[in-house]
Each structure stands twice: as C-alpha cells, then as structure tokens.
C-alpha cells in the first residue's frame, strides 16, 4: 500500500476478523531499533485490539533486516504460529547496499511464506531518508506495524476459512 496521502493505522475495524483463536511470531530487527521498536508496538498493539492473546504473540529479534527471513524460518520450525510478521527498516544510503538489503529481504520474505505455506508478513520499511520512517512507524502517516498485524489475521483467517471448507 503506498502512503502518498494515506495513514497507514487507519481501517475499517470490523473488516478484520477476531485473532482470540491465533497464535503469531513477529520477528524484528534491531538494526534502527528507534523505528522497528515503533513498528513492534503499533503490531502488537493491532494485535491485542482484534482478540490475539498477549500469551499468543512471540517475538523474537534478529540483527538487522537482511535476518528477517531465516528469523521468519527458525520461528515456523520451531513454534507453533500460524504467521509470523517481520518488521524492519531499511533506510537508503550513498551505496547500492540498500538495493541489495531490500531484494533480499522481500524475496526471502516471499520465498519463507512459500516454502512453509504460511503467512510471513512484510512489515519492512524501505525509505529514502530517517524522517520517513519515523513517519510510517507511528508518525503523521500511522504505523506499518498496524498493517502487517492486520494483514496477518486476515491471512490466518483466509487459510483457516479455506482449509475448513
């Protein structure tokens, strides 16, 4: 979702359905903790707000963004969550380093969600400058941690909806 004129935190509430019955990992980076901390409490917070049990919220941290992935991996083998949802933030530099942190990032995303046919959110930040994110984790834009929470109960619901049917 682009946040050109958009908040980030706002929805339709009742289009999310009840999390009481959930059980999620969110795996975060410590890498701009000063974000992603922000990010994990506009999570955990939409998390709590739709029913998920603060007993059924695991976190787990990982160095950086590029960890996000193999984090995401470790927290499906090894519990057991329904999705996890990584957050994280990458802001750009004066290298090509962003570039290669971001399309790893996203496809090992992508490819952890496949390999494990669970959902694995994207809740990473890729800004052009610090002040942008500071405004998608909590500022005038909201926060993406809200989004990736909601996209994450409406991706168990899908997958519990369909497997029982």
């Known amino acids: 979702m682009a946040t050109e004129g ?19 990992g969110i795996v975060v980076s410590e890498w ?6 922000g990010l994990l409490e506009g999570a955990k917070n939409t998390l709590l707000k739709h029913g998920v049990l603060e007993s059924n919220i695991h976190i787990h941290f990982v160095p950086g ?16 969550v329904e999705a996890v949802i990584c957050l994280g933030c990458v802001i750009q530099g004066e290298t090509k380093h962003f570039d290669f942190v ?25 800004d052009n400058n610090e002040q942008q994110s500071i405004d998608r984790s909590g500022g005038r834009l909201g926060n993406k941690g809200d989004e990736a929470a909601i996209t994450a109960i409406k991706m168990v619901n899908l997958k519990n909806t369909l497997s029982n049917s």
Do not use: H, R, W
């Open 6 to 24: 958009n908040n980030l935190s706002e929805y339709d509430f009742n289009s999310v359905p009840n999390g009481s019955a959930m059980t999620l």
């Open 32 to 37: 701009n903790d000063k974000i992603t901390l």
């Open 65 to 80: 963004a590029f960890e996000l992935p193999l984090g995401a991996q470790f927290v499906l083998e090894n519990s057991a």
């Open 102 to 126: 971001c399309e790893g990032v996203t496809q090992g995303i992508k490819d952890v969600g496949l390999k494990y046919n669970a959902p694995v959110i994207f809740g990473v930040l890729t």
